[in-house]
Every structure is written in C-alpha cells, then in structure tokens.
C-alpha cells in the first residue's frame, strides 16, 4: 500500500505563492507517476501538473503552465508543487496522487491512471 499526506494549503492574496507538500510512505517500488490535482466546489476535479520520476518528464495544465512547478525530493521522498502568481480561479482543494505505469506517456492527468490518493489540503486566494 501507499500513502499520501499533503500539507501547505492556506488562505493568500492574489499575486501570491504557496509551496504544497505531498509526503510518500508505503511500497514506493515502481512508483514513477505523481500528479497534482484540484477540485474546486460544484466542479469536477482535474490535473494541474505531474512528473514522471522514471524519465524526469512533467505536465501541466495550461491554466497553471509557467505558475506552478511540480518537483520530487527523492531522499525524503516528498513531492512538491510550487504555485506562484496565484489567483482566485485556484481557489480549490488540491490533492496529490500516485500510480504505477510502466511507460512515460501513461503518465496523463487521467484520474483512472492513479490508485492512490491523499486526502487534500485547501488553497483559497482572495481578490
């Protein structure tokens, strides 16, 4: 089994930062594919940024791209998103996510494509 813990979701202003945190315990062998997701309320949740660790390849969302940064620490096997120029759109719950696939182009902000997840942490930006 895996688990995911998220921490760093705060309240902030627009045109600020925040660093999420995602700590990885469990059976971690093969485990390549992250990904960062957010749900906002009444909506769906979706993809904002992941990485393949097996190729060090990342996504993003176009809503985020040149924002966020997605990014591994592999001795405290801890991932991170770095969100700059936030906005009130990102207001959302974001949760991260984990999955085993053996190839880099399974690695997509496909919900189907991660079976663990953790339980979320809040962002709220204000205008």
């Known amino acids: 089994q895996v688990q995911l813990a998220e921490s760093g979701g705060d309240s902030v202003q627009a045109g600020g930062s925040l660093r999420l945190s995602c700590g990885i315990s469990g059976t971690t062998h093969n485990l390549y594919c992250f990904g960062w997701f957010r749900q906002a309320p009444g909506k769906e949740r979706e993809g904002v940024a992941g990485?393949?660790?097996?190729?060090?390849?990342?996504y993003y969302d176009d809503s985020v791209k040149g924002r966020f940064t997605v990014s591994q620490d592999n001795a405290s096997n801890t991932l991170y998103l770095q969100m700059n120029s936030l906005k009130p759109e990102d207001t959302a719950r974001y949760y991260c996510?984990?999955?085993?696939?053996?190839?880099?182009?399974?690695?997509?902000?496909?919900?189907?494509?991660?079976?663990?997840w953790g339980q979320g942490t809040q962002v709220t930006v204000s205008s």
């Open positions: 990485l393949y660790t097996g190729g060090g390849s990342t």
């Open positions: 996510a984990a999955g085993r696939v053996p190839y880099k182009w399974m690695c997509t902000p496909q919900i189907n494509v991660y079976p663990y």
